[in-house]
Each structure stands twice: as structure tokens, then as C-alpha cells.
């Protein structure tokens, strides 16, 4: 499959525990993108990169919330000390940016619960 | 700051109907807006790709239209079908989501 991945698919938590996420978007895919969705909201744009650069960042990134890409492949969100506000579906995204198209593809989503 | 709204929030039809879903954005500076489904509890499937030189695109039973000047996009769904029950959802420039349209198709 040459989908996005993401891992893993569901994450419970206890409140004040640090988490961390992957993801590993479509090869060649230079862009990579972080998204956060609670239920019945559209998705929020956390950040995004292009390669290894993060280019952007919400403000509803906090300072508990840290992405990387290190390597301009994989990408990792971690968020520390969680809180029962950061229960969420984390979804990433991957594009490619040349001249003309630059369709989004999503993974399937890491669902988290802190408890 | 871009915002997209989405109207209806619900919308439930039967099986046989054309249905058209709205998302309307405030920045007509975009240069491109993308449709996708989402099942619940799942990932977004990408739809239907409207680069902002174009004034729609097709793929099916859908069609997908832009008009930048008066901020609105719709996409039209012909003979819908129980399988096509999902939310939809609109993305400007990839990082403004709408908050979509939760279809039903009633059989």
C-alpha cells in the first residue's frame, strides 16, 4: 500500500502523559501536514512541512506540541503532559507541490483519548 | 484569515436524487479548494482537486464548480445512492477546513 500511514490507530493516555505519533506520507510527497479534529468539527491545521522545514504553525499549537520531520520522509507529533483537551482524532496529510496539481492524501488518523 | 462554512450541516435525501452541497469562503485569493468524504470514524478521501484557473472538475456522478468572485464552491451529486452517506468536507489552500455536510441517502 502507498497510501499515508500513521501509527498507531488509537492511543489512551492518562492525563500528564507524553505521547508521540507518526507518520510516513506518500514517497515523494514533499509536503506533510498536521491536522486535529474533534468530533462533528471540520479538521484544524496544526503545522506543516516542506521536506525537513516546518514552514508553519497554528497557534493552536501550544508549546506542549512539538512536530518533526528530520529527514524530510517520516514526521512525529508529540504532545507532552497531555490534557483531557487534547482528545482528538490526529490526522496527517501529504502533497506534493509542483507546478499545477497539489492534491491532499490523508491517512487513516490516530485517534487519542486522555483519560 | 480564511474562514469556510459549510451549510447545510445536514442533509438527508432518497436514494434516485441530484443534491447540491455548498461551501462558501471569505478570501477569494485562494489558489485551490479540494473536496473530500469522510466515513465515520475514518480518513478523508480526497474527491474532486479545483485549481483556481479552473471553474470546475469532474469525476462521475460528481461535479465540482469555483466561482472565486462571489467566494462560493458546490458540489453536485446525480443519482445519489445509500453508499454515497458520509460528511463532506471543503479545504481552501489546503489549511482551511469547512466543518461539512453530514449527508444521508435513504434507500
Known amino acids: 500500500d502507498t497510501g499515508v500511514s500513521q501509527d498507531p490507530r488509537h492511543k489512551i493516555t492518562k492525563r500528564g502523559q507524553n505521547v508521540t505519533f507518526r507518520c510516513d506520507p506518500i514517497?515523494?510527497?514533499?509536503?506533510l501536514y498536521w491536522y486535529r479534529q474533534t468530533l462533528g468539527q471540520g479538521p484544524e491545521f496544526l503545522t506543516y512541512?516542506?521536506?525537513?522545514?516546518?514552514?508553519?504553525k497554528s497557534r493552536l499549537l501550544s508549546d506542549r506540541f512539538s512536530a518533526e520531520r528530520p529527514k524530510g520522509s517520516f514526521s512525529t507529533l508529540e504532545i507532552q503532559r497531555t490534557e483531557q483537551g487534547d482528545s482528538a482524532m490526529y490526522l496527517c496529510?501529504?502533497?506534493?507541490?509542483?507546478?499545477?496539481?497539489?492534491?491532499?492524501?490523508f491517512g487513516p488518523g490516530t485517534r487519542l483519548t486522555v483519560l | 484569515k480564511q474562514e469556510v462554512t459549510q451549510i447545510p450541516a445536514a442533509l438527508s435525501v432518497p436514494e434516485g436524487e441530484n443534491l447540491v452541497l455548498n461551501c462558501s469562503f471569505t478570501?477569494?485569493?485562494?489558489?485551490?479548494l479540494q473536496w473530500f468524504r469522510q466515513d465515520p470514524g475514518k480518513g478523508l478521501t480526497s474527491l474532486l482537486l479545483i485549481q483556481s484557473s479552473q471553474r470546475e472538475q469532474t469525476s462521475g456522478r460528481l461535479n465540482a464548480s469555483l466561482d472565486k468572485s462571489s467566494g462560493r464552491s458546490t458540489l453536485y451529486i446525480a443519482a445519489s445512492q445509500p453508499g454515497d452517506s458520509a460528511t463532506y468536507l471543503c479545504?481552501?489552500?489546503?489549511?482551511?477546513f469547512g466543518t461539512g455536510t453530514s449527508l444521508t441517502v435513504i434507500p
Open positions: 478570501d477569494s485569493a485562494i489558489y485551490n
Open positions: 512541512f516542506q521536506n525537513e522545514a516546518q514552514l508553519e
Open positions: 479545504v481552501c489552500e489546503q489549511f482551511y
Open positions: 514517497s515523494e510527497h514533499n509536503r
Open positions: 496529510a501529504s502533497s506534493v507541490i509542483a507546478t499545477g496539481e497539489s492534491e491532499q492524501f
